[in-house]
T-cell receptor, first 107, second 122 residues
Framework: DIQMTQSPSSLSASIGDRVTISCRAS??????LNWYQQRPGKAPTLLIY???SLQSGVPSRFSGSESGAGFTLTISNLQPEDAATYFC?????????FGQGTKLEIK | DVQLVESGGGLVQPGGSLRLSCVAS????????MAWVRQAPGKRPEWVSS????????YVADSVKGRFTISRDNSKNTLHLQMSSLRVGDTAVYYC???????????????WGQGAPITVSS
């Protein structure tokens, strides 16, 4: 199975800040990398698919990219409603696997 | 609007069986791959199974293979998950999810239901 590792596990930032969350796969996953947001008690929602494609209806403050070290989710101009846990997920191979999550707190 | 409404969750003893259903609306059900994803309390989501729009192709996680069966009834816009030989480790919220793709499986889950909690305990 492909292991997905996120960092950091948690972070705290202020309104208006820019934050980045990293995700690394244990093997190559091409462009099959998705990002989800999950608020407490709710189902996950798809933010980004295919590394950098913004899902319809998601604010443009969210963006995804790939670097030599893996994949990155960037949230610009942080808003109160961005407080949530973020998961990366690979859809390159079965079984699809998720990262352990990054909990974002708004100061 | 897309809606996915799960039902059938609850408390079941180890070794027992349960059937989850997910009624879909707001899109052409038969033309979309679907999936079940579960999430144990405080844990990351875990993909369970996917099925193509036609129902002809099915993919199952090893952790549930031989115990869980995904199926769909396109005439009723309904997705099912038949679960048997349930274990304590199967305790989780089970989500029905619509794949981003058309009929084929892509693995990006664009819409999720509200979740059906399942507790396996004696």
């Amino acid at each position: 199975d492909i292991q997905m590792t996120q960092s950091p596990s948690s972070l705290s930032a202020s309104i208006g800040d820019r934050v980045t969350i990293s995700c690394r796969a244990s093997q190559g996953i091409n462009i099959y990398l998705n990002w989800y947001q999950q608020r407490p008690g709710k189902a996950p929602t798809l933010l980004i698919y295919g590394v950098s494609s913004l899902q319809s209806g998601v604010p443009s403050r969210f963006s995804g990219s790939e670097s030599g070290a893996g994949f990155t989710l960037t949230i610009s101009n942080l808003q109160p409603e961005d407080a949530a846990t973020y998961f990366c997920q690979q859809s390159h191979n079965f079984p699809y696997t998720f990262g352990q999550g990054t909990k974002l707190e708004i100061k | 609007d897309v809606q996915l409404v799960e039902s059938g969750g609850g408390l079941v003893q180890p070794g027992g069986s349960l059937r989850l259903s997910c009624v879909a609306s707001g899109f052409t059900f038969s033309m979309n791959a679907m999936a079940w994803v579960r999430q144990a309390p405080g844990k990351r989501p875990e993909w369970v199974s996917s099925i193509t729009g036609s129902g002809h192709n099915i993919y199952v996680a090893d952790s549930v293979k031989g115990r869980f069966t995904i199926s769909r009834d396109n005439s009723k816009n309904t997705l099912h998950l038949q679960m048997s030989s349930l274990r304590v480790g199967d305790t989780a919220v089970y989500y029905c999810a619509k794949d981003l793709s058309g009929g084929g499986v892509r693995g990006s889950f664009v819409y999720w239901g509200q979740g059906a909690p399942i507790t396996v305990s004696s």
